[in-house]
């Protein structure tokens, strides 16, 4: 099973419209150093699962037909916004999101090929031979994350959360994914309320799992330029996500 | 004064995701076929300003600062999206826009260095030396056309209308504009209650105007396929738009 990042950004991706930080400049000039907002697509067994739709380029990256489903972790623009031209085109997709009542602009109202399924926590759901497990995470949306297994290769995707509840917690204990895809928006020493992870808390987080990789996601420009002066700073198990970047899973069934 | 045309589509663009009609076909092998979501780009005396906000990928086209302003006419996705992204950024930018309690999404919350101006029907405001006039149109929003006037060069941007009201109707034809862009989504033979223009309806609207010529914008597909049997069917007054022409409109003052 095979993830590849088409995003790793927090909302806005870097470079940010109008930014002079040092990280978006650098990625004006170099775009190996751009990240566009969080997704990923996953494939495994012929099936192929979108995860998250915030690059404004579907149609043109998946041609209909290409894509088996899409999974959304919460509604929020930054995961969705690819979808309000997708759904203008002709066919049938599955949608797999969270029970969502406002959903994002006039998605629900103008569906047109997507086909919205709202899934619940721990209710297994397959797409083909992948099976995946919604977990709850805490953000200012309703949010999952998707525990995606396909023979025995199992990753964990959580993204836009603020904390590892209890249950989720509990269930990637017993679960063990092999790769854990995790939030990191932010640096050390972010104040204020926060809707997403900072470093120490994926590190911290990190620990609890000491049997899985970890891949940090839906990182803001401040996290890359805190890193550009602190290299060598994650454990060993724990790389920084990239995009276009793939991540393997091995099959072990 | 010069008008670009960014896109020329209706919601979805052309090729259409999934579509397989002939004109759909034809765009996916000659690129110069497509038509993205309706929206311009007009320059005069260094001033720019971005009409509309269909087109998804803003950051790249118009580095910060590149804009003097975005003039909105509604708040539907396919006239805002490319806003969801761009208002992560830094900076600020004025946008004109009808008074909309909804806008779309969580723009209106989160709009970072969009700053909101909500406009009305023939209160006239400027941007650098461009004038604008927005007028009434007709639709499942609240919709403005913008006429824009620089040194006596005068164009209207007339999208997304069922209907000419009396208001505008009269304005147009005391102000005599050189060129009207004008909504014409459908073919002759649309059945079913409109938002849009078909082209009978676009032609018999162009009468009332003589001194004017016109572009057709805001094109479906299934009018481009009716045009691919019936060529020569619009009057010598009139064009349909195609992504990327210019427009230019002779200054008189």
């Known amino acids: ?32 150093y751009s990240r ?9 067994g012929g099936t192929r699962l979108l995860l998250d739709a915030g690059v404004m380029d579907l149609a043109e990256r998946f041609p209909s037909g290409t894509l088996s489903a ?11 916004q690819g979808l309000l031209h997708l759904r203008w085109g002709m066919g049938d997709i599955n949608v797999y999101a969270p029970h969502d009542t406002e959903g994002c602009a006039d998605l629900y109202k103008n ?28 953000h200012s949306k309703p949010t999952l994350g998707f525990c995606i297994e396909y023979k025995g290769a199992r990753l964990a995707y959580l993204t836009d959360t603020r904390e590892i509840p209890p249950s989720t917690a509990a269930f990637l204990t017993e679960w063990k994914p092999h790769t854990i895809c995790l939030d ?34 839906h990182i803001g420009h401040s996290l890359d330029e805190w890193l550009m002066s602190h290299p060598a700073t994650v454990p060993s198990r724990m790389v920084v996500g990239q995009d276009n970047e ?8």
Chains 1, 2 share one sequence.
């Open 111 to 138: 569906h047109g090929p997507l086909k919205f399924n709202h899934v619940s926590k721990f209710e297994i759901f397959n797409v083909g031979d992948i099976f995946i497990t919604p977990v709850p995470l805490v």
């Open 184 to 217: 990191c928006t932010y640096p050390p020493g972010t104040e204020g309320s926060r809707n997403h992870f900072d470093l120490p808390e994926a590190i911290e987080i990190s620990k609890d799992y000491p049997d899985s990789n970890f891949v940090l996601m």
């Open 36 to 44: 566009r907002p969080n997704c990923a697509v996953v494939d495994a």
């Open 70 to 80: 899409i999974l959304i972790t919460h509604f929020h623009a930054d995961h969705v």
């Open 1 to 32: 099973m095979r993830l590849k990042f088409l995003g790793t950004g927090a909302a806005g991706g870097i470079p940010l419209w109008g930014c002079a930080c040092s990280v978006c400049s650098r990625a004006r000039i170099d775009v190996s």
């Open 246 to 253: 793939s991540i393997d899973c091995p099959e072990t069934e």
